[in-house]
Nanobody, 116 residues
């Protein structure tokens, strides 16, 4: 069974930065696409927004709203995927989830709050 554990969320001022981590277990991590989603306040689970995705070969894609500010990366040796978030805005406030599409697995989420 695939398990995903996120960390790194918190409260940050607008313009600040955070780095999220997602540690995976129970999966051949190096062979799978990994993704970060977010669920904004008041939104339902089915309304989670795809933020960034990375293939096993490191090919990335981003939501237009975060392009140029967020960077997804992975360390296959550590079974970990990261989301570096810079120039954060209040509208980035959400619970961020790590997702392994091939296994249908989600992490428990980590709260990111951008506020002065």
């Amino acid at each position: 069974q695939v398990q995903l554990v996120e960390s790194g969320g918190g409260l940050v001022q607008p313009g600040g930065s955070l780095r999220l981590s997602c540690a995976a277990s129970g999966v051949i991590f190096s062979g799978g696409v990994m993704a970060w989603y977010r669920q904004a306040p008041g939104k339902q689970r089915g309304q989670r927004e795809l933020v960034a995705i990375i293939s096993s070969r490191g090919i990335t894609n981003y939501a237009d709203s975060v392009k140029g500010r967020f960077t997804i990366s992975r360390d296959n040796a550590k079974n970990t995927v990261y989301l570096q978030m810079n120039s954060l805005k209040p509208e980035d406030t959400a619970v961020y989830y790590c997702h392994f599409p091939a296994g249908g697995s989600w992490g428990q989420g980590t709260q990111v709050t951008v506020s002065s």
